[in-house]
């Protein structure tokens, strides 16, 4: 591969020939800036549910299925609920990043959707891995109500609902799980909104 181009999108679009950002100029930004507002468009939901979907087949460290299948049985279910779209796309994905970074996988799936949906899910999928030690009666070291600490709130309680009704229970080979494809377009339609602006980090 060394020595080779990755090819682009679309066949008409063209490389910036510069190698470093040091010496691109306006006209350099302006041909990359254009066609990434329509790469981001056209793959970024893609690309999201192909990080969900490479863990389908993955094996499971002890519960009865894999991350995979409860990510889509939390988003089956919200469905089911006559939920509404964000809300399904926010199931189908607050786990998304479960496995490849554990102690803050709920900051992830928030830095993910934050430019698409309400800032009450993203304070949702920041806090929910801290509300589910709620339901973790005899697990050494947790403290089970750690999510006092932000009662009063206003998403306190679409939090507590959202772990109790959707999270630490679809963890069962029995609940229904739609296909994927079910959700795909969904996540389509969320991503494809213009992304609102995300504050720098403190």
């Known amino acids: 591969m060394t020595g080779t181009r990755s090819p682009l999108l679309e066949p008409a679009w063209a490389y910036v020939e510069k190698e470093s950002l040091d010496d691109f100029r306006a006209a350099d930004w302006a041909l990359l800036n254009g066609q990434r507002r ?3 468009a056209a793959e970024q939901a893609r690309q999201a549910l192909r990080l969900l979907a490479a863990g389908a087949d993955d094996p499971s460290f002890g519960y009865q299925v894999n991350n995979y299948r409860h990510c889509v049985q939390s988003a089956t279910l919200a469905m089911q609920d006559g939920r509404d779209e964000d809300y399904v796309v926010m199931a189908l994905l ?16 928030a830095q993910l959707l934050a430019p698409y949906v309400t800032e009450d899910l993203v304070w949702l999928l920041e806090r929910h891995m801290y509300f589910q030690a709620l339901h973790c009666r005899e697990l050494d070291g947790t403290d089970r109500f750690v999510r ?7 998403a306190f309680v679409a939090t507590a609902e959202f772990v109790a009704k959707y999270d630490q229970n679809t963890i069962s080979p029995r609940l229904p799980e739609a296909p994927l494809s079910v959700f795909e377009p969904m996540v389509h339609r969320v991503f494809a909104r213009p992304p609102r602006a995300v504050p720098l980090p403190p």
């Open 94 to 109: 607050h786990d998304i990043g479960f496995i490849a970074c554990p102690q803050s996988h709920g900051q992830f799936a």
């Open 38 to 40: 329509l790469y981001h």
């Open 148 to 154: 006092e600490r932000w009662r009063g709130h206003p």
